[in-house]
């Protein structure tokens, strides 16, 4: 019996010591709202170590339309996420009331918290642009980030005609 105990803990042990860097459901790329105060709320820590309180994802990267990293001045990358449809409309509910912030995750790791815009009523024929400022620091950030998502984003679906 003793021993049994014994395997089993040291199982345990072993699995848990090779947990995954990031959260078992999530995306590699995501917008999550930040809450503070939720105790039950997912846990990310920044490039620093910082820990943050998440929500549910708002965006994901396999639902985004576009992903795009930008030049906005000479220390400063921003990310822009292009939505459309269902997409378009959850984040519109969400940065409708004020004070809210969000946190950019990219593959587990938060880099950047910034606060929510709203974006206005839609526009029909107009897509929806979501800027994410601070997404990279330097060129080669930006270059790296702007690889590694287009590197996981998923494959696109054949049509009909395509095939």
């Not at 014994?6 to 459901?25: E, I």
């Not at 039950?40 to 943050?52: D, H, P």
Request: net charge neutral; charged share 30%.
């Amino acid at each position: 019996m003793r021993i049994a105990l014994f395997v089993l803990c040291s199982c345990f042990l072993f699995s848990c010591s090779s947990a995954p860097p990031r959260p078992l459901f999530s995306d590699y790329m995501e917008v999550r709202e930040v809450r503070p105060d939720d105790l039950l709320a997912s846990r990310f820590r920044n490039a620093e170590g910082e820990e943050y309180r998440l929500g549910d994802p708002v965006i994901m990267g396999k639902s985004a339309s576009r992903l795009q990293v930008k030049r906005v001045s000479d220390d400063r990358y921003d990310l822009y996420v292009t939505l459309l449809g269902v997409d378009d409309a959850r984040w519109r509910r969400f940065a409708r009331s004020r004070g809210r912030q969000a946190a950019l995750v990219v593959d587990g790791v938060i880099r950047s918290v910034f606060d929510v815009q709203n974006p206005g009523t839609p526009v029909e024929g107009e897509v929806l642009i979501v800027p994410v400022p601070n997404a990279a620091s330097s060129e080669t950030e930006a270059e790296k980030l702007d690889r590694f998502l287009e590197d996981n984003r998923p494959a696109r679906r054949k049509t009909k005609d395509e095939s």
